[in-house]
Structures are given as structure tokens and as C-alpha cells.
């Protein structure tokens, strides 16, 4: 592997860590199998659901949930004491190792076979997954506990903060009781305290909300992951309006494509390479801040836009979306109608 695809990789992991930590529910979530993310995806009762994959975005202590993208549809999983980890085979020679369901954390990239519930929910009879994804994973734990908690300590001491003030807005209108100007003057103070309290919590609850602005399609030739001069040309294009944009709260989700050409496998790998080819003439041509990068997806021959049929379809099908999404939390759109 060379030095230059060592760094992209590197460059790769490092942004999916600031969009996930962006992405945490700092609020906290209870550990119930009834969870479920604001936007799911239920499966009908009693389907059965093979190979489905996807990215755990949260972690409970019997189910998780887990998306196909950053900010789209989320499908709560159930495990139960008979259900089945392990990572995918490496080989002939080379079989599967089991793990426990504690190794299922955050930001691990999987596949699950089960059948639906009644509530919507996956009940996951397998699990596999790569032991490479595995060690990405560990390593995000290793960087997003630590944030975690210190978010969750800045939420106490803002919560015991208001409960001061609440408790000082209470003595100061006793006191204001006696008379009406000084009682109107406290009432005005609280109302001001309690609206700067909400839009600081809607604000905090809008981090993993997010707007669409714009998709640029980037495409492609046959069986090609290298980007030619119309393609450049879009992305140029697209960047130098981006420069004329109030881009505060900006992410970046750049998702790849293949036509139904070639096997699953082969369509897969070739539309995360074109995805990767496009971060990285981002980074290198225009600056892209890693913090504005959220985890890079390959559908392959899924999601298509077209019929595969005729060549015209093949050609719309082999592209890669660079989807603009404005987080509500960071850029403060929140709330702030108050």
C-alpha cells in the first residue's frame, strides 16, 4: 500500500471521528429495546432481513441502532443471548472468529440476519463484520468516550446552573411579592433566563439534525474511479459557490455509485474508490477542513437513479453525491425563533 492511500486512510478516520462526535446524542438514551432513532426504519413483522448492513450509531446494553448514511434512516437491532457474532471469513484456509456482543460499539461497520418484530425492530440472529472495521471502531471508543463524558459534564454543570437560577428566581419574586414593579422586573429576568436555557438545549438536541442545502453528482466512466475533466470541472464549479456561501454548520457526505456492471462485490469496492477519489481532490485542490467530512459510504449497484438497461441509465448510475447538509445545532438554527 502506498504512503499517499496510508494518509487518506488516515485523513478518512480522522473526520469520521469529528462527525460522529458531533453526531452524539449528548442528551444521553436510556438502554431499552423500545429506543428508536427520530427517524426509523421498521421492519415489517416477521420478515426475515439477510446481510443487512449499515454503521451502529448508538450502543445499548441489548440493541443498537445502525444507518446505511450519517443523518438517514436508522434501524433499531435487538440482540439476544443466542444471537451470534462473529467476523466474516478471510479465506479457505482461514475461518470466522466469534466475539462477544460487547464488541458491537459505535461507528463499527456490520451486517446482521434476522427477522422482524412487531415494533419494528430487527431481532438479530447473526452478526458478522470485518476485523479491520473492528480495530477503527475500538480505536473511535478510545477517542469518543472521553468526549462523551466531558460533554455530559459540561450538561450537569449547565443543569445545576439553571437549577440556581431557578432557585434565585423563585426567592427574588417572594421578595418582589411586596411590590408590583420590583415583581415585574423578576418575572422578565426568569422569562429571559428560561428562554436562553431552551434555545441552549435545542441547540445541544440539534447536533445530529441536519438540513439539506445541495447535492453536486460527480460521474463517471465504466469500471473507472478516476475522475475526468467534466467531473473535475463540477466539483470546481461547485466549490466556488460554496466560497460565496454562509457555510457555518456545514457537513460533507460524499457517497459513491456504481451501474449494475460486474458482481456485488467488485461494484462495492469500485464505488468507495470513486468516493475516495473525490475526498480526496477536496482535500488536495480545494481545502476541504476535515471537520466538514462525515464517514464516506459505497452503495455499489444500489440507490440507483436510472434504468441499467440502456448505456444513458448505466452513465447516470456510475456517479458520486457530494451532499451539503447545514447541522442545525452548529450553526444555531435551532431554536431560534426564540
Known amino acids: 500500500m502506498s504512503t499517499s492511500k496510508h494518509v487518506l486512510q488516515r485523513l478518512f478516520?480522522?473526520?469520521?471521528?469529528?462527525?460522529?462526535?458531533?453526531?452524539l446524542n449528548v442528551v444521553g438514551t436510556k438502554s431499552t429495546a423500545k429506543a428508536q432513532t427520530p427517524e426509523a426504519n421498521k421492519i415489517p413483522n416477521g420478515q426475515e432481513v439477510k446481510k443487512f448492513r449499515g454503521v451502529v450509531t448508538k450502543r445499548g446494553d441489548d440493541w443498537f441502532a445502525m444507518g446505511a448514511?450519517?443523518?438517514?434512516?436508522?434501524?433499531?437491532?435487538?440482540?439476544?443471548?443466542?444471537?451470534?457474532?462473529?467476523?466474516?471469513?478471510?479465506?479457505?484456509f482461514r475461518g470466522s472468529q466469534s466475539y462477544q456482543q460487547t464488541h458491537i460499539l459505535r461507528g463499527l461497520r456490520l451486517e446482521v440476519d434476522g427477522v422482524g418484530n412487531a415494533e419494528g425492530q430487527l431481532v438479530a440472529n447473526k452478526i458478522r463484520f470485518d476485523e479491520q472495521d473492528l480495530r477503527t471502531a475500538q480505536a473511535l471508543k478510545a477517542t469518543l468516550d472521553p468526549a462523551e463524558a466531558e460533554m455530559n459534564a459540561k450538561l450537569k454543570a449547565q443543569q445545576e446552573e439553571q437549577e440556581r437560577q431557578a432557585q434565585q428566581i423563585e426567592e427574588t419574586q417572594a421578595v418582589a411579592?411586596?411590590?408590583?414593579?420590583?415583581?415585574?422586573?423578576?418575572?422578565?429576568?426568569?422569562?429571559?433566563?428560561?428562554?436562553?436555557?431552551?434555545?441552549?438545549n435545542n441547540r445541544i438536541n440539534g447536533l445530529d439534525d441536519f438540513d439539506p442545502i445541495k447535492t453536486i453528482t460527480v460521474p463517471f466512466a465504466t469500471n473507472?474511479?478516476?475522475?475526468?475533466?467534466?467531473?473535475?470541472?463540477?466539483?470546481?464549479?461547485?466549490?466556488?459557490?460554496?466560497?460565496?456561501?454562509?457555510?457555518?454548520?456545514?457537513?460533507?457526505?460524499?457517497?459513491?455509485?456504481?451501474?449494475?456492471?460486474?458482481?456485488?462485490?467488485?461494484?462495492?469496492?469500485?464505488?468507495?474508490?470513486?468516493?475516495?477519489?473525490?475526498?480526496y481532490y477536496l482535500v488536495t485542490q480545494h481545502k476541504m477542513n476535515l471537520n466538514r467530512l462525515v464517514q464516506p459510504f459505497g452503495y455499489g449497484q444500489l440507490e440507483p437513479v436510472a434504468e441499467n438497461k440502456t448505456a444513458e441509465g448505466r452513465a447516470k448510475n456510475r456517479r458520486v453525491e457530494i451532499r451539503l447538509m447545514r447541522n442545525k445545532g452548529i450553526a444555531g438554527t435551532v431554536g431560534s425563533s426564540q
Request: hydrophobic share 40%; proline share 3%; charged share 25%.
Open 69 to 92: 448514511t450519517m443523518g438517514g434512516p436508522q434501524t433499531t437491532v435487538l440482540l439476544t443471548p443466542t444471537t451470534e457474532v462473529k467476523s466474516h471469513k478471510k479465506g479457505v
Open 13 to 23: 478516520t480522522v473526520a469520521f471521528m469529528l462527525g460522529l462526535v458531533a453526531a
Open 177 to 200: 411579592s411586596a411590590a408590583r414593579a420590583e415583581a415585574q422586573s423578576a418575572a422578565e429576568a426568569a422569562k429571559k433566563a428560561q428562554q436562553t436555557a431552551d434555545y441552549a
Open 224 to 279: 473507472s474511479a478516476k475522475i475526468g475533466p467534466k467531473g473535475k470541472q463540477i466539483i470546481d464549479e461547485a466549490a466556488e459557490w460554496a466560497k460565496s456561501q454562509d457555510r457555518k454548520g456545514w457537513v460533507v457526505a460524499v457517497i459513491g455509485f456504481a451501474d449494475s456492471s460486474g458482481n456485488t462485490a467488485h461494484n462495492r469496492d469500485l464505488s468507495e474508490r470513486r468516493a475516495n477519489a473525490v475526498i
